[in-house]
């Protein structure tokens, strides 16, 4: 009996340390555990679709997918590559993205960088969203992009690529499709041309197969450009100036367009590219007048045409008392086509005064950071305030 004292004393001492002290200790649950994302196959993954892409081998890529439509898409994406002369092409897995799910599939963020040869002076570099689903056994690749990462149009899926000399086009779409845009920005390069001689071409235009693949392909909020025709930016999203800047178009709102009207938007995108507008430190008002300017210049159109609506503008409210700024170019702001007729006929009103080697060298000089009084005052011998004012008394004549 005193043994038996003893072991039920001693069992009772450490239950007692235990609760007192806050023990780790646990009781095995039993049971499986929660499925593990398995990295080191889709690093593997990753770097057989790298290949791919280098070797232009599309039955290589195709074979990595996890269902036939993956498939296809992998396969496109091979293509795509090859018609886009990518160069530079990297996969790396960064960390997975979520949890697994019970079948085993999972997302990863994965690094990613390229280039198109010939056009992309400097080498992409995003993070993309990589999707990984079990097939039988096997990890597969079951798409790319989603979430809220940007989303590469050419990594999504197949796309149509048309390529020329100076420019190239990328469209979710039809072979007639793709050549309409093709033709575009063939003609919107000499058009730019005609005001910045310097320009040696190089614009690549992207067009989604609707306005919710502009958002992924931007990583946007949705509806973010809903009544924006095409947008200008760098690839990456970022301010530097080194980051290549592509044409991104928004079917929902530029396909309805006439082929007059379609052919100013692509000239004045392309004139953003032209002076890697995406990341100017000139004030709106300018970057946005001088795009319209140089697409409209090529244009046979009277300025009751193409100022339409800051015309019906002033007739009702009178003219604005200043230059728009940023918060009026917004996606969705009031009066938003009228503002851009209004900086036009402000850049319109420069090269009217000084010519149009005056308006570029003022527009190069506002790019680079300089005061807008100087300039002014050096390219056309106005102040800010005689500027405004000269703009304002034209705005009120085309009212009459």
């Known amino acids: ?22 023990s780790t200790y646990d009781a095995p649950l039993g049971g499986h555990q929660a499925p593990q994302a398995d990295q080191a196959a889709a690093t593997s993954l990753l770097d057989r679709l790298e290949s791919a892409v280098r070797r232009h081998d599309a039955a290589a890529g195709s074979r990595l997918g996890a269902s036939p439509a993956a498939r296809a898409d992998l396969g496109g994406v091979v293509r795509n590559g090859r018609a886009l002369h990518v160069a530079d092409f990297t996969l790396r897995y960064v960390d997975t993205d979520g949890a697994v799910r019970k079948g085993g599939s999972w997302a990863a963020d994965v690094d990613t960088m390229w280039r198109f040869a010939g056009f992309d002076r400097q080498i992409e570099h995003l993070e993309v969203r990589v999707r990984f ?13 989603g979430g809220d990462r940007r989303s590469p149009l050419w990594l999504a899926g197949p796309v149509q ?21 093709a033709a575009l920005a063939r003609r919107a390069v000499p058009q730019v041309r005609r005001v910045l ?7 690549v235009v992207e067009v989604p197969a609707s306005q919710r693949g502009l958002d992924a392909a931007l990583g ?3 509806g973010q450009y809903a009544g924006i025709a095409a ?33 100013v938007v692509i000239t004045h995108e392309a004139t953003h590219v032209a002076t890697a507008a995406a990341t100017s430190k000139a004030p709106i008002w300018l970057v946005e007048g001088f795009a319209d300017y140089v697409a409209l210049n090529s244009q046979r159109l009277p300025v009751s045409t193409t100022a339409a609506r800051i015309i019906a503008v002033v007739r009702r409210q009178g003219p604005p008392r200043r230059l728009p700024s940023s918060a009026e170019f917004a996606a969705g702001a009031e009066h938003l086509e009228a503002r851009y007729e209004s900086a036009w006929l402000a850049c319109r009103l420069l090269a009217q005064d000084g010519g149009v080697r005056a308006l570029v060298a003022f527009y190069r000089a506002m790019d680079g950071g300089a005061a807008l ?3 002014l005052q050096r390219h056309f011998g106005l102040t800010p305030a005689t500027f405004t004012k000269e703009w304002r008394h034209l705005l009120s004549d085309l009212t009459s």
């Open 373 to 375: 009084g100087p300039e």
């Open 231 to 263: 947008v200008t930016t760098t690839v990456d999203g970022s301010r530097s100036r080194r980051s290549p800047s592509h044409v991104f178009v928004n079917p929902k709102v530029f396909e309805p367009l006439r082929p007059q009207g379609a052919q």
């Open 161 to 181: 690529v048309r390529r020329s000399a100076q420019s190239m086009v990328l469209v979710d779409g039809s072979a007639a499709r793709a050549d309409a845009f």
């Open 197 to 203: 001689p310097r320009w040696s071409g190089g614009l």
């Open 220 to 222: 946007a909020d949705r």
């Open 1 to 22: 009996m005193v043994g038996l004292s003893l072991f039920l004393a001693v069992v009772i001492g450490v239950v007692v340390w235990l609760t007192q002290h806050g």
């Open 133 to 145: 689903a079990r097939a039988g056994d096997d990890l597969r690749i079951a798409g790319i992009g």
